[in-house]
């Protein structure tokens, strides 16, 4: 972000949407000069976590990644423009876990064009049906087969018409 190639891609590469990780934060916040300053000022808190420090950086960015797609966002009238952020590997196959997880990121990132990355695990696939009901837009990483893709298939099916029940909108739910 603080060198320009997002933006670059964004409006000379016309790439429709982002995705992110702790592997590709953690590659960013070790390696670029950008993160040094706020890292140090969050480490001399010593009542947060690692995770929680990682958390704040990452979601300036994500914060910054979902302003710059926006555009593309509302133009496409939100079929593109989103930015995933992933809930901690470490939920992998905590359901309850997962569902705070993003919901905590959805409402700290506070974007439209956000989607919530949410591992495909049998944990997993109750918190995006959950997470989807919540009117939360989600990105699922990791299917391996077509039953795996039918499974996600039916947590978001089920999840849109428990929103849709409660009067939300399902076109703002994205997947």
């Known amino acids: 972000l603080q060198e320009g190639a997002l933006k670059k891609l ?3 590469d016309r790439i429709a949407g982002v995705t992110s990780n702790p592997t590709i934060f953690f590659k960013a ?22 995770e929680q420090r990682y958390e704040t950086l990452a979601v300036a960015d ?3 990644a979902c302003d710059m797609l926006l555009p593309l966002h509302k133009s496409s009238k939100g079929d593109d423009g989103y930015v995933s952020l992933e809930v901690s590997p470490a939920l992998a196959h905590d359901a309850e876990g997962t569902l705070a997880a993003g919901l905590r990121l959805k409402t700290a990132v506070a974007r439209d064009n956000l989607l919530i990355k949410v591992p495909a695990t049998p944990a997993g696939l109750k918190a995006i049906e959950e997470l989807v ?6 990105n699922v990483t990791l299917m391996f087969s077509m039953r795996h893709v039918r499974d996600v298939a039916q947590a978001y099916v089920r999840g849109i018409r428990r929103h849709v029940e409660t009067g939300g909108d399902a076109r703002k739910v994205k997947s």
Do not use: F, N, W
């Open 10 to 12: 964004v409006t000379e």
């Open 133 to 138: 009901a919540k009117g939360c837009s989600v």
């Open 29 to 50: 916040i070790s390696e670029s000069p950008h993160y040094r300053e706020e890292l140090q000022k969050l480490k001399a808190d010593a009542s947060m976590s690692a």
């Open 62 to 64: 994500i914060q910054s």
